[in-house]
């Protein structure tokens, strides 16, 4: 046995020689949890304490009154803040459950199936984790102009579907399962749609899990398809009229503060919870993330 | 033994097809049309007309805000926020996989969370921190520290913006790359460090380098690709902040942020192009690189 005995990773219970870590991580976390703590604190303070000075983090006297303003509010051109909301909902809703039926369905076949350029679509895909859409987003708006999508609620939609990182990731998590269960399945006679259905998708609920988490991330913070791609008002998502709300507040006015806040934190909380509630799912798929 | 083989199966490409026709309507033909764009002058009204290489010339010498600021910045940004991104994503991993599972969960969503909302939505919450008067919080702190004798307008002064882009950025870096190197460090055969041991390892600075990366290399290249995309992606973080693009005096100017200001602001999309071009070749040599690190082929 040599001296040193080394990292112990994974460890079941609390040991003092964890601590070491423990000191930098625990000061670390609060650190980077503090601007989000400030949001939570600063989106309940009423209006007296958001232009307090010496500004104040915590808030003595929390109320509602901001997300009442922010509900009851309207924007310039008279569109009502829920209109937006209900418009990321709706749309947040469709693209993360389209996203994962159209990413498992392709890992699938990327997977157990075989055909010839099979690896070269994979590589394809894998080559296109490092896309940057920002890179492209004037062909894209010709494009999607040529395709009559500017304007409509499509827009929101379409372009977020092909998620690379998706396919890939649950690609990674089909090929755990064996090909004997597959073979299995097939000698009872069931049909391919039959074995994705009853075993595939129960078996990559976590990879599921994870893309559904990213896809939301993706569509729910996206403010590039209202910002670039759609006029009309009534059609424009919850993002974007918060990010219109930061622009106000951007320079030294404060006036939009508390509404904008309050904003931030709708924007934020569903990330938050959604991320606990799944987070294990997630783990368990990143086990298989790796780029081989 | 099958029978099937003989018949053509076109069951893959029935499961492959919506996949691939929204992959190639908005991620293919859009990185095809810049490319065929960016040879050309295209105002978005005329048709474009073919001008060769000329938008890449003039990119590398007429356009001096590409050369001085944009280049400079892109680079600074990239080399900072990247390396510095993936480094700490790694020490936080390494060190959140040696404490206990309860703790470990809490701390590493803390620590995930920034990501979540990353640019934009948070801005908000930067931009009052920052904010220019007494009023701002970090003024604030530092007035009554006696650090400051009046308030520095952080978000248009051409000197700090750009650190402090570089720092929101980091904030919110540790992303889905960070979560699987966590799970790379946790799922190392613990066998192979006893392995180590015995071979002579006597330190944890030598058991990293032998043991812990070379047996996470596909997660650590997962992650490196995750830090290079994320960086790129995170131009709008400059006009986010201070408000404007440009950005003042250039300052927190990126190449996303060059590309909107031709393409949305000037209409010169041909040239707007060829600067999508110029950073999708960037991207991809920044990943090449993570590549010829830590991929297992090539």
Known sequence: ?292 | MKTKTNKRDYSPWLFLAPYIIFFTTFIIIPVAAAILLSFTYFNAIETPTFIGLSNYVGLITQDEVFMQKILPNTLTFALIVGPGGYILSFILAWALAQVPKRMRTVLALVIYSPSMTAGVAMAVVWTIIFSGDETGYLNSLLLTMGVLLEPIQWLQSPEYLMKIMIFVTLWGSMGVGFLAMLSGVLNINTEIYEAGYIDGINNRFQEIIYITIPSMKPQMLFGAVMAVVGTFQAGAIGVALSGANPTPQYAGQLMVNHLEDYGFIRYEMGYAAAISVVLLIVVYLFSKVAWRLFGEKD
């Open chain 1, 1 to 292: 046995m040599s001296a040193f005995q080394g990292t112990r990773m994974n460890p079941s219970k609390f040991h003092k020689s964890q601590l070491k870590f423990l000191a930098f991580l625990i000061p670390l976390a609060i650190f980077m949890a503090l601007p989000i703590v400030y949001i939570f604190f600063h989106a309940f303070k009423p209006i007296d304490e958001l232009f307090a000075y010496p500004p104040r983090f915590f808030v003595d006297n929390p109320t509602l009154q901001n997300f009442v303003d922010l509900f009851t509010k309207t924007n310039d051109t008279g569109v009502p803040m829920s209109r937006f909301l209900f418009n990321s909902v709706v749309v947040t809703l469709i693209v993360v459950v389209l996203t994962v039926i159209i990413s498992t369905m392709a890992g699938y076949a990327l997977s157990k199936k075989n055909f010839k350029m099979k690896k070269a679509i994979f590589e394809i895909n894998t080559l296109a984790l490092m896309f940057v859409p920002a890179a492209v987003m004037i062909p894209r708006y010709l494009l999607i102009d040529e395709l009559g999508l500017i304007n409509t609620f499509l827009v929101h939609i379409l372009p977020l579907l092909a998620m690379p990182i998706g396919l890939f990731l649950v690609k990674q998590f089909i090929d755990q399962i064996p090909d004997e269960l597959l073979e299995a399945a097939r000698l009872d006679g069931a049909s391919d749609f039959q074995i994705f259905v009853r075993i595939i998708i129960p078996l990559v609920k976590p990879a599921i899990a994870t893309i559904a988490i990213l896809s939301f991330q993706l569509v729910w913070n996206s403010v590039e398809s209202s910002s670039l791609y759609v006029n009309d008002e009534g059609l424009k998502t919850f993002s974007f009229y918060m990010s219109t709300l930061t622009s106000t507040v951007a320079g030294n006015n404060v006036a939009g503060q508390g509404l904008a806040a309050a904003a931030s934190l709708i924007m934020f909380v569903p990330n938050l919870i959604i991320f606990i509630i799944l987070q294990s799912q997630v783990m368990n798929t990143m086990a298989h993330s790796g780029i081989k």
